[in-house]
T-cell receptor, first 110, second 113 residues
Framework: GESVGLHLPTLSVQEGDNSIINCAYSNSASDYFIWYKQESGKGPQFIIDIRSNMDKRQGQRVTVLLNKTVKHLSLQIAATQPGDSAVYFCAETLGQNFVFGPGTRLSVLP | DAGVTQSPTHLIKTRGQQVTLRCSPK?????VSWYQQALGQGPQFIFQYYEEEERQRGNFPDRFSGHQFPNYSSELNVNALLLGDSALYLC????????????FGQGTRLTVV
């Protein structure tokens, strides 16, 4: 089975609010994690990454948190915009490839 | 600088046929990975090519094979197509010397009828 999964399949937020997307992973040996955004009809697009020796990393409007104790990864999007509507995947490295979770669909309400 | 390009974008094949999908990696990248994404699911790793060799393989049957050329471009071949092979096939490229993010192409939508 997959070693990466997501708690919520869908998430709806009001425009301007903050979004939090969660992910659980099971392989404690994973040392690199990525969040991807996938819009309809497109390939996954890199958002932000984090290595296992870190617990937080910030980008532009996005923050990734890594809790290795409970094997939990989260993506925080500040001031969510309509353009943020997409499916978000977390992925962990396993050997030379990425293992993806099933994804969370984020819908931004006007 | 072109990103990862895949061809064709859409393809319809009949059960039992064979298909070849193509991928050109991002400029400067030397590693190509292929993923299968069924509708409503996350991408599933098929295999990865580096230095024209298959370096790692996911849980896919031998009907799935690939190739990498000296210019780092790659092909994915699927033989004896099944209805269940219908999916979005994604190619991702990366630089082997840097364990960083992979860049994905737009994918090829394969429909098997």
């Amino acid at each position: 089975g997959e070693s990466v999964g997501l708690h919520l399949p869908t998430l709806s937020v009001q425009e301007g609010d903050n979004s939090i997307i969660n992910c659980a992973y099971s392989n404690s040996a994973s040392d690199y994690f990525i969040w991807y955004k996938q819009e309809s009809g497109k390939g996954p697009q890199f958002i932000i990454d984090i290595r296992s020796n870190m617990d937080k990393r910030q980008g532009q409007r996005v923050t990734v948190l890594l809790n290795k104790t409970v094997k939990h990864l989260s993506l925080q999007i500040a001031a969510t915009q309509p353009g943020d509507s997409a499916v978000y995947f977390c992925a962990e490295t396993l050997g030379q490839n990425f293992v993806f979770g099933p994804g969370t669909r984020l819908s931004v309400l006007p | 600088d072109a990103g990862v390009t895949q061809s064709p974008t859409h393809l319809i094949k009949t059960r039992g046929q064979q298909v070849t999908l193509r991928c050109s990696p991002k400029s400067g990248h030397d590693t190509v990975s292929w993923y299968q994404q069924a509708l409503g699911q996350g991408p599933q790793f098929i295999f990865q090519y580096y230095e024209e060799e298959e370096r790692q393989r996911g849980n896919f049957p031998d009907r799935f094979s690939g190739h990498q050329f000296p210019n780092y471009s790659s092909e994915l071949n699927v033989n004896a197509l099944l209805l269940g092979d219908s999916a979005l096939y994604l190619c991702a490229s990366s630089l082997e010397s840097l364990n960083t993010e992979a860049f994905f192409g737009q994918g090829t939508r394969l429909t098997v009828v």
